[in-house]
């Protein structure tokens, strides 16, 4: 367990170079594990820690060098997104309700023990925030992309109007993550500090979390502070 722990950091502290070795080793496999990474990131509400904006940075960057045909790793992980989307909306439709209505209990089922509260309820206002542009927005947003499509189902928001959301944001996402890595991927500054960079990315991605749990945090405390002073 330790072995496989230290193996999957140390993809995440050299995605260049684990992507890299794995097309050489596996040729177009790699297409195969990008679309499953995605798909798992978006779809499955309980793996919010796997790379999204990073990942497709580096492939972008990756497939500018001639490893990979850019637009068909492009198309293939922005239905990735899609499908994501679409399955983690339906999971939501299903147990949703009965997650936001009351605690785990003992009967509780594997996903809903799984689920991180917290998470979902940063997600729930982020989506009360913006509405059905949540879809969109918190594609760019880390771990809240992978909780605003649940969101989304439990509160029965209308699929065809969900879809619509969904392909908008799954095309800006990857189009412009991807393009990014494409277009700056390989300037010798980049290249020569992408670890930095790749970090800068994720803090720079993190910012609205940061700024929506302050904001939640100031809210907190003037709700305690008028109840206190009634």
Not at 80 to 87: H, R, S, Y
Not at 165 to 175: E, H, K, R, S
Request: aromatic share 14%; glycine share 10%; charged share 15%.
């Amino acid at each position: 367990m330790h072995e496989l722990l230290d193996a999957f950091l140390a993809m995440f502290r050299d995605l260049p170079g684990f992507l890299d070795g794995f097309i050489q080793e596996y040729g177009v496999g790699v297409y195969v594990l990008l679309f499953l990474i995605i798909f798992a990131e978006t779809g499955l509400v309980v793996t919010p820690f796997l790379p999204g904006d990073s990942l497709l940075f580096t492939v972008g960057a990756l497939a500018a060098r001639g490893s990979m045909n850019v637009w068909a790793i492009t198309f293939a992980l922005i239905v990735a997104a899609i499908l994501g989307d679409a399955v983690n909306y339906h999971a939501g439709k299903f147990i949703g309700p009965r997650v936001f209505s009351r605690e785990i209990s003992e009967n509780a089922t594997l996903l809903e023990r799984l689920l991180n509260r917290k998470h979902l309820e940063r997600a729930h206002a982020f989506f009360e925030k913006y509405g059905g542009k949540a879809v969109v927005l918190g594609r760019f947003v880390p771990i809240v992309r992978t909780f605003v499509p649940f969101v989304a189902g439990a509160g029965a928001m209308n699929y065809g109007r969900f879809v619509w959301f969904n392909i908008t944001g799954a095309v800006l996402w990857v189009g412009l993550c991807v393009g990014a890595g494409w277009f700056f991927g390989n300037i010798p500054f980049v290249k020569e500090h992408f670890e930095a960079v790749i970090v800068g990315i994720i803090v720079v991605s993190l910012i609205p979390v940061g700024i929506e749990y302050v904001n939640a945090r100031r809210a907190a405390s003037r709700e305690k502070e008028q109840v206190a002073g009634k």
